[in-house]
């Protein structure tokens, strides 16, 4: 890769060589990428001549580069942060975007005199001031957790009295103190506030020290009523502690643990919240990779991680954040997150045995949550089949709409137990009494042969669409590239039998057509692609089941 001309080449050598923001402009003026650099002079350079320039992404990206400017700053770190604010501002195309902040809500301790939580954005920060606390991805268990607050502490619910001369039920019942009719002195709301605060950050263990002092100091002065209320809001937490929260260590360690699962254009990260040595929280997030280059985990992992910790509150920041790989520039991260916290903060990869567990737990979560938006996809394409399968049909040119698709796959271990699976979806959605088993019988113990694999399979498969008119599906995909293809044509051809066949290659996510050199592309975002990979890894998914059948079998003989 070059520059694409003199203009941008003059560009690039007039950058600086200090830390600041870069932004690159498509010819209709657009901002289409956004990057941060300790060096812009190297940083920008190593776009058209480094090593990145083999890059799948960069390959599309630069040609449309037109124009390419700068904001130079005082550190890595300022810069980081001006990153972050001209992503959310610009939103460019081939960056890393998690889902807008405002979509996710957050507890807001209002700025008044006698404070209230709420729930709201933080997009309305500006218009509503106070102290914010999240954010929270699952709704259900927001309202559940303000329940529980509204139980153990007695804040203001009203924002403006509902009588003049008496209190409303809520203080009846004993989820106010009465603020509107002065039954508390503000002074004594104030204590109130700052419990309710500590149980937001997850500081329960230091709420209840500080709940216990405040019933002792309240028994000592006959108080015996107010004591009463703290000794039922220590109660309250210990149960919530005892049911809601799983113990890590004794340790008042705050932890987050942070895994991410991909396939296609879909990204799931998830995060366990370890606070004061409980896990007492997990946030999930989903986005769609606009990158084109979707192997490039490094830039989603750092990306995600500066867009979720910027929402947060500098107090609600961990000591150690744990990942499954590290990415460039962790500690650029570190000594921003160290800034904010005014506690050094580590980011590092799974080292202990209990590390390793949690990290394993969060990753299963994101697999568990990428397998679900998966499904989610699925039944939109189940639910407008026709649509896709014209959009098939267009674009494979095939003679026939897609009714029934069959895809084929090959499992074995260096040539040990092959076997063969044959998967059938009909108008999108599987149907497993028609999937099928194979055992091979011409490959030897021990060889890996896979074109010869498929050629048994779809003849034993072919032969009984011949002799005994087996229903011949519309589409047959071949999970492999072109050499897999043309043994499926020889072997249709052995048969005189005219068929769609396919074959879908898993490192580009390529679709090869019988006599055809050049791949045929679906978007990233096709819901096509999606069920082609669904379908493929469904066929996959049933070989490696039957494989581990045979060998455990193999084993006990």
């Keep these: 890769m070059s520059f694409k001309n003199e203009e941008i080449?003059?560009?690039?050598?007039?950058?600086?060589?200090?830390?600041?923001?870069?932004?690159?402009?498509?010819?209709?003026?657009?901002?289409?990428?956004?990057?941060?650099?300790?060096?812009?002079?190297?940083?920008?350079?190593?776009?058209?001549?480094?090593?990145?320039?083999?890059?799948?992404?960069?390959?599309?990206?630069?040609?449309?580069?037109?124009?390419?400017?700068?904001?130079?700053?005082?550190?890595?770190?300022?810069?980081?942060?001006?990153?972050?604010?001209?992503?959310?501002?610009?939103?460019?195309?081939?960056?890393?975007?998690?889902?807008?902040?405002?979509?996710?809500?957050?507890?807001?301790?209002?700025?008044?005199?006698?404070?209230?939580?709420?729930?709201?954005?933080?997009?309305?920060?500006?218009?509503?001031?106070?102290?914010?606390?999240?954010?929270?991805?699952?709704?259900?268990?927001?309202?559940?957790?303000?329940?529980?607050?509204?139980?153990?502490?007695?804040?203001?619910?009203?924002?403006?009295?509902?009588?003049?001369?008496?209190?409303?039920?809520?203080?009846?019942?004993?989820?106010?103190?009465?603020?509107?009719?002065?039954?508390?002195?503000?002074?004594?709301?104030?204590?109130?506030?700052?419990?309710?605060?500590?149980?937001?950050?997850?500081?329960?263990?230091?709420?209840?020290?500080?709940?216990?002092?405040?019933?002792?100091?309240?028994?000592?002065?006959?108080?015996?009523?107010?004591?009463?209320?703290?000794?039922?809001?220590?109660?309250?937490?210990?149960?919530?502690?005892?049911?809601?929260?799983?113990?890590?260590?004794?340790?008042?360690?705050?932890?987050?643990?942070?895994?991410?699962?991909?396939?296609?254009n879909l990204i799931c990260i998830s995060i366990l919240l370890i606070r004061q040595g409980r896990l007492i929280s997990k946030k999930d997030f989903s986005f769609t990779q606009n990158s084109i280059d979707k192997e490039n985990l490094s830039e989603i992992t750092e990306s995600a991680l500066r867009q979720y910790y910027i929402m947060l509150d500098d107090e609600q920041l961990p000591q150690k954040i744990i990942l499954t790989n590290l990415f460039d520039d962790v500690e650029v991260y570190q000594q921003w997150l160290t800034l904010r916290l005014k506690k050094e903060v580590k980011i590092t990869t799974a080292k202990g045995k209990k590390d390793k567990e949690l990290i394993g737990l969060a990753q299963k979560n994101a697999d568990y949550n990428l397998e679900q938006l998966k499904l989610k996809e699925l039944s939109k394409i189940q639910n407008d089949y026709n649509e896709i399968g014209c959009y098939i049909q267009e674009k494979l040119k095939l003679d026939k709409f897609p009714h029934t698709i069959e895809c084929y796959d090959i499992s074995h271990i260096q040539g040990t137990n092959t076997v063969a699976s044959g998967v059938y979806f009909e108008n999108g959605q599987p149907k497993k009494s028609m999937y099928r088993k194979y055992k091979l019988k011409t490959i030897q113990k021990g060889e890996v042969d896979d074109f010869k694999s498929m050629k048994e399979v779809l003849s034993r498969r072919f032969k009984r669409f011949t002799e005994v008119k087996t229903p011949i599906p519309d589409l047959i995909i071949i999970d492999g590239g072109k050499g897999q293809l043309s043994s499926v044509v020889d072997v249709a051809k052995e048969f005189d039998l005219k068929l769609n066949i396919v074959s879908l290659a898993k490192r580009e996510e390529e679709i090869f057509l019988p006599d055809q050199s050049a791949p045929v592309i679906f978007a990233q975002s096709s819901p096509a692609l999606h069920l082609f990979q669904r379908i493929r890894d469904e066929a996959h998914r049933f070989a490696i089941t039957f494989h581990r059948q045979s060998r455990s079998k193999t084993m006990f003989k």
């Design 9 to 264: 080449k003059k560009q690039v050598k007039l950058m600086p060589k200090l830390p600041g923001c870069y932004q690159y402009f498509d010819k209709s003026g657009e901002i289409i990428y956004i990057g941060k650099a300790k060096n812009l002079y190297n940083r920008v350079n190593s776009y058209f001549m480094g090593d990145k320039k083999n890059s799948p992404k960069l390959q599309v990206m630069v040609p449309q580069i037109e124009r390419i400017e700068c904001i130079v700053v005082n550190s890595e770190i300022e810069a980081l942060i001006l990153e972050n604010e001209l992503i959310k501002k610009h939103k460019p195309k081939y960056n890393v975007l998690l889902k807008d902040d405002k979509k996710f809500p957050y507890f807001v301790i209002t700025n008044e005199d006698y404070p209230r939580i709420i729930i709201a954005r933080k997009a309305n920060k500006n218009a509503l001031k106070g102290k914010y606390y999240g954010p929270y991805t699952d709704a259900r268990a927001m309202h559940a957790t303000l329940e529980l607050i509204n139980k153990i502490f007695p804040i203001k619910k009203c924002k403006t009295p509902k009588y003049k001369t008496r209190t409303c039920l809520y203080y009846d019942i004993g989820q106010c103190c009465g603020t509107c009719q002065n039954k508390i002195t503000k002074q004594d709301y104030a204590n109130i506030i700052k419990n309710v605060s500590l149980f937001l950050s997850g500081k329960r263990k230091e709420l209840l020290k500080v709940l216990k002092k405040q019933m002792d100091l309240a028994s000592s002065k006959q108080e015996f009523e107010k004591a009463l209320l703290y000794r039922n809001s220590i109660r309250d937490i210990e149960k919530t502690l005892e049911k809601q929260n799983v113990i890590i260590n004794s340790t008042n360690s705050n932890y987050d643990y942070i895994a991410l699962s991909s396939d296609a």
